[in-house]
Nanobody, 123 residues
Framework: QVQLVESGGGLVQAGGSLRLSCAASGRAFSRNAVGWFRQAPGKEREFVSAINWSGSSTYYSDSVKGRFTISRDNAKNMVYLQMNSLKPEDTAIYYC????????????????WGQGTQVTVSS
């Protein structure tokens, strides 16, 4: 079983940056692909980014490509999401999610979810 805890959310002005962290506990985390999802008020949860088990492949939604960077440190059981050039439309609760797979596929559903961290971008 993998447990995930997000941190690093907060309030930032448009154009600013935040770095989200996802701390994982439980064995075999380094063998899981990990993703970030977000849910804005009144909207469905959407995919933001993902990284495979080794960190060698990363994936981004079109809305964040070029602004967000996902990374991981398996030695520390951590996954990060560096968010730059933030926009008001990035405001959402951000969730870290783990897959029971080495690599990410949009066909896979996450098996593990964190509790979420709020990101608010003011205009």
């Amino acid at each position: 079983q993998v447990q995930l805890v997000e941190s690093g959310g907060g309030l930032v002005q448009a154009g600013g940056s935040l770095r989200l962290s996802c701390a994982a506990s439980g064995r075999a985390f380094s063998r899981n692909a990990v993703g970030w999802f977000r849910q804005a008020p009144g909207k469905e949860r959407e995919f933001v980014s993902a990284i495979n088990w080794s960190g060698s492949s990363t994936y981004y939604s079109d809305s964040v490509k070029g602004r967000f960077t996902i990374s991981r440190d398996n030695a520390k059981n951590m996954v990060y999401l560096q968010m730059n050039s933030l926009k008001p439309e990035d405001t959402a609760i951000y969730y870290c999610a783990g897959f029971k797979a080495l690599v990410y596929s949009h066909n896979y559903d996450p098996h593990y979810w964190g509790q979420g961290t709020q990101v608010t971008v003011s205009s």
